[in-house]
Nanobody, 126 residues
């Protein structure tokens, strides 16, 4: 049974930091990423990292503030979020790709990923 379990969300003031974690089980992921969805908005890609760790890719809106990393031994991916802004408020979802191909893939598309977590709320107050 595949499970992606997010944790680490919460309420923080603007300028603060949070670290999200996503523990994966029951799958051999080729890449793991984060998306977010704010109220009334479409889901938005945030970041991705392949299991090789050979690259990271970020949305322009978070580049320079967020860092994605992984611990293969724990099958866990992290999202360190610094300099948070009220517009970062959203439910953050972890996603995993199990399909083997990782070249020529559009990482910002939801259909690229095979499994999703339940989400964790991040609220940034002004």
């Amino acid at each position: 049974q595949v499970q992606l379990v997010e944790s680490g969300g919460g309420l923080v003031q603007a300028g603060g930091s949070l670290r999200l974690s996503c523990a994966a089980s029951g799958l051999n992921s080729r890449a793991m990423g984060w998306f977010r969805q704010a109220p009334g908005k479409e889901p938005e890609f945030v970041a991705v990292i392949p299991s090789s760790g050979s690259f990271t890719y970020y949305a322009d809106s978070v580049k320079g503030r967020f860092t994605i990393s992984k611990d293969n031994a724990k099958n866990t991916v992290y999202l360190q979020m610094n300099s948070l802004k009220p517009e970062d408020t959203a439910v953050y979802y972890c996603a995993a790709r199990e399909r083997t191909r990782v070249t020529g893939v559009i990482w910002s598309e939801r259909g690229t990923y095979d499994y999703w977590g339940q989400g964790t709320q991040v609220t940034v107050s002004a």
